[in-house]
């Protein structure tokens, strides 16, 4: 595997942008250039890469089968734009930091997705367990193979379960795309991603009740400092719904939910009204963003 520094890689794709700006012959560029075509997605994310790697903890490994991102001691393959997004989300925005966590910590992860905010909070001391939910098979394949390359002691920090949670058992069809698999669920892909993707397909997939699996964890795990990570592409609301009417909800300590279609004001009066301290990150006019919630009742009981 050949490791190429920072200042390398954005070297090599600054100049490959360039090109690409300027001769759109993108097979002449990548024949004279050098670079695998599995890493032409740098140059559509150059404004994430960019970012990325102005941390000195991260880096970036390119050889003719994988790019490979490293942040501080995990490995994360990356396979196109919408995996360098993510990465920027998580591990730049902080989208998913925590700085009350304790040593007896466990993540609920719904919407796994490849595997990166897993991977995020079990490479943290306080995470005891994660729980990750993916129903997509691609998707939940990427993740178990990004999971597989890091250590022992991380992988075995994860339990991984190819299912969706939701407020019923159900099996449901959904549009699939990989070039979009973030954007996957119950609101469907935008009619610019089908046009984008003309691989685009529907798929059936296998959906849980929230409260079998939460009642599960919490049986296993009775005094956890437990955080719930949903992003869901829209099963946020009925799951915070299902946890609302069996009083789940307030098992919970924090809540980290990326809101779906403009309905974040759902949200915000469902968490508030079950004794929650919400804070919005994003415009809460907007089609999507990051709320926090933390549970008053347990605030200060860790």
């Known amino acids: 595997m050949k490791s190429l520094s920072n200042s390398k890689v954005l070297g090599y794709v600054r100049f490959l942008l360039k090109r690409l700006l300027y001769t759109h012959q993108v097979k002449k560029i990548l024949a004279v250039d050098r670079i695998p075509s599995n890493a032409l997605f740098l140059i559509d994310g150059y404004q994430f ?74 490479q943290q001391e306080e995470t005891q367990q994660v729980y990750s939910f993916e129903p997509l098979p691609q998707t939940y394949e990427q993740a ?25 058992d159900k099996i449901i069809t959904v549009d699939y795309s990989y070039r979009w698999k973030g954007s996957v669920g119950l609101m469907g892909l935008s009619a610019a ?35 719930m990570k949903l992003d869901c592409e829209g099963a946020e609301y009925e799951i915070i719904d299902r946890l609302m009417e069996t009083e789940l909800i307030h098992t ?21 009204e079950s004794g929650f301290e919400v804070i919005i990150k994003g415009d809460i006019r907007k089609s999507n963003g990051i709320i926090k919630a933390i549970n008053k009742q347990h605030k200060n009981n860790f």
Not at 97 to 116: A, C, L, R, S
């Open 49 to 122: 890469l960019n970012r990325i790697l102005e941390n000195s903890n991260h880096h970036i490994y390119i050889d003719e089968y994988y790019v490979k991102l490293l942040v501080k001691n995990i490995i994360i393959v990356l396979e196109n734009y919408e995996d360098l997004y993510v990465a920027d989300e998580i591990f730049v925005k902080n989208d998913y930091q925590i700085d009350d966590m304790v040593g007896n910590t466990i993540v609920i992860d719904v919407g796994m997705h490849v595997g990166m905010a897993s991977l995020f909070f079990a």
């Open 144 to 168: 178990l193979k990004n999971i597989l390359i890091n250590d022992k002691n991380i992988q075995d920090k994860i339990k991984v379960f190819n299912i969706g949670l939701g407020n019923t």
């Open 193 to 227: 991603m089908k046009k984008n993707d003309p691989n685009y397909k529907q798929v059936k997939i296998h959906i849980e009740d929230v409260v079998v699996h939460v009642n599960t964890i919490l049986k296993r795990h009775p005094k956890a400092f437990i955080i």
């Open 252 to 272: 919970i300590h924090t809540f980290i939910i990326e809101w779906h279609e403009s309905m974040a004001l759902k949200l915000l009066q469902s968490l508030e």
